[in-house]
């Protein structure tokens, strides 16, 4: 049985994306494997958001090319966002590429391969020399209904808490921003399809799932209408609330654009719907905000988060910024760091600016060093974690419910879950009894970021 390994950089819409490239395999005979020397289809599905990742991506199929040494049959590969805007092009940056599949054509990557796998297989079999010649496949074209094709899920060993893609692309214009060139125009799945794939998950025991877009709550607008003023993605949240067994509802990311009462009214009658939102704010200036093409300002941004926190007083909000945008002023910094202040996030992803092909912000003339982004990102790191770990410590003594997901990342040993508000606890328990189960957890200690606790029993 042939085996491919699948190595994900970036968001996760990528995770998903390769778990449903990591179905079509096997159900194509092929098994999936965590060691890549033993692969004979290796496979990275790509990330474009910023310079770092591209490199990361780059760095390990180069890496990986001296497994040919041995097995000369290997197909190697590069799906998802870097495929996307680069292309052909990366054969020149990797000459043992073979497969170069875009964001569109995730359900032809299988197809790919393995035609080019089994000519390979079959030539060794007759002795023949392998010649690479003639035999890779760039695919990075536009597919209409391409959104509708992620939708398969893995069947052994599959998470309780499942990521279900509800749409594709992105109709924004963010000034930074390569995921609308990577990802395509907005499109989403209907309602009905989604609901059938969450039903499915909850027949295979999964009980949280976490919607994905790039703009969730934008979901579905140009495709279907407003019914009692509520949104296609409030309808959509009413709908998988209703999927008995399914008990727990995230998603990820939602915009303020679009974020409107009805989406914070349905924390208040949709007890489902877990305590916490990430919920990118960019900025805390409105100069920089204006200059990203981020159309709201700091204070509308401010009052959403209000808003939530009103609608459901534990929620838990997280964030991501970046710093060193062009032209970004000490002041403008530090209307970011009074806003973090002010809000009190939980967590947030501090990003320094990386300049990426064909944005406009990558040409504005005040580009800034990268020794003052640095200066910046560590600067306000320091008041994000201070907080967080403020906000953590002050759970210690707390029972908080949480969904156990199995064996923490780090210790075999231990067993790993989240609380609503989405922070991690790790506890003692039996593995096979406890996977999947939603339960109280005295919380103990907090080591900052990671909370350690018991299982309750009433
Ligand atoms: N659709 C989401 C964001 C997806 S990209 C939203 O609009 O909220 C994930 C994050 O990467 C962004 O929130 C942003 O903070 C960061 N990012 C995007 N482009 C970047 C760039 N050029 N440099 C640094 N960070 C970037
Ligand atoms: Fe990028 Fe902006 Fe779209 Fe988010 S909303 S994916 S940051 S263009
Ligand atoms: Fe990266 Fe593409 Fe996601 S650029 S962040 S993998 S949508």
Do not use: W
């Not at 974690?385 to 923490?408: F, M, P, W, Y």
């Amino acid at each position: 049985m042939p085996k491919v390994f699948i190595k994900t950089y970036g968001c996760q819409m990528n995770e998903r994306d390769s778990e449903q490239v990591a179905r079509m395999f096997t159900e194509g005979g092929y098994t999936v494997t965590g060691d890549e020397s033993d692969a004979d289809a290796i496979l990275v599905n790509t990330c474009s958001v910023r310079d770092q990742a591209e490199q990361k991506a780059i760095g390990k199929m180069t890496h990986m090319a001296r497994h040919r040494a041995r097995k000369p049959h290997v197909v190697y590969g590069f799906m998802g966002c870097m495929a996307q805007s680069r292309g052909a092009e990366l054969f020149q940056n990797v000459p043992h590429l073979d497969v170069v599949v875009g964001t569109q054509k995730y359900h032809k990557v299988f197809e790919y391969v393995d035609g080019i796998l089994s000519k390979r297989l079959e030539r060794r079999m007759d002795e023949l020399e392998l010649s690479m010649t003639g035999e890779s496949v760039c695919d990075i074209e536009e597919e209409e209904g391409s959104q509708n094709t992620i939708r398969d899920h893995v069947t052994e060993n599959i998470n309780p808490s499942s990521f279900v893609s509800i749409m594709q692309g992105c109709n924004m214009k963010c000034s930074y921003c390569i995921v609308p060139d990577t990802r395509g125009k907005e499109r989403g799945r209907p309602i009905s399809d989604i609901v059938e794939e969450v039903k499915k998950l909850r027949d295979r025991g999964v009980v949280e799932v976490t919607l994905l877009g790039q703009i969730v709550n934008l979901y579905g607008r140009t495709e279907f209408d407003k019914i009692d003023g509520k949104s296609p993605f409030v309808q959509l949240l009413e709908q998988v609330s209703d999927v008995d067994g399914i008990e727990r509802i995230r998603f990820t990311s939602p915009h303020p654009i679009g974020y409107r009462d009805d989406l914070v009214a349905a924390f208040t009658y949709l007890p489902k719907l877990c305590s916490h939102i990430h919920f990118p704010m960019q900025s805390g200036s409105d100069t920089i905000l204006r200059a990203m093409r981020r159309p709201y300002k700091n204070e509308k941004f401010v009052e959403i988060c209000e808003k939530m926190k009103a609608a459901r007083p534990d929620m838990a909000i997280t964030t991501d910024i970046i710093v060193g945008f062009p032209g970004e002023t000490e002041q403008d910094f530090q209307d970011t760091v009074d806003t973090v202040k002010r809000l009190q996030f939980d967590n947030a992803f501090v990003f320094r600016y990386s300049p990426r092909r064909n944005t406009p912000a990558a040409e504005m003339e005040n580009q800034l060093p990268e020794s003052v982004k640095e200066e910046r990102n560590q600067a306000l790191l320091s008041v994000v974690n201070e907080i967080a770990i403020r906000k953590n410590d002050a759970l210690v003594g707390t029972e908080q419910e949480i969904l156990c997901t199995g064996a923490s990342k780090n210790n075999k040993e231990t067993l790993s879950g989240r609380t609503s508000q989405n922070k991690i606890v790790i506890f003692n328990g039996d593995h096979d009894r406890m996977t999947g189960k939603i339960f109280p957890v005295k919380v103990e200690e907090s080591t900052g970021f990671t909370l350690y606790g018991t299982p309750v029993i009433h």
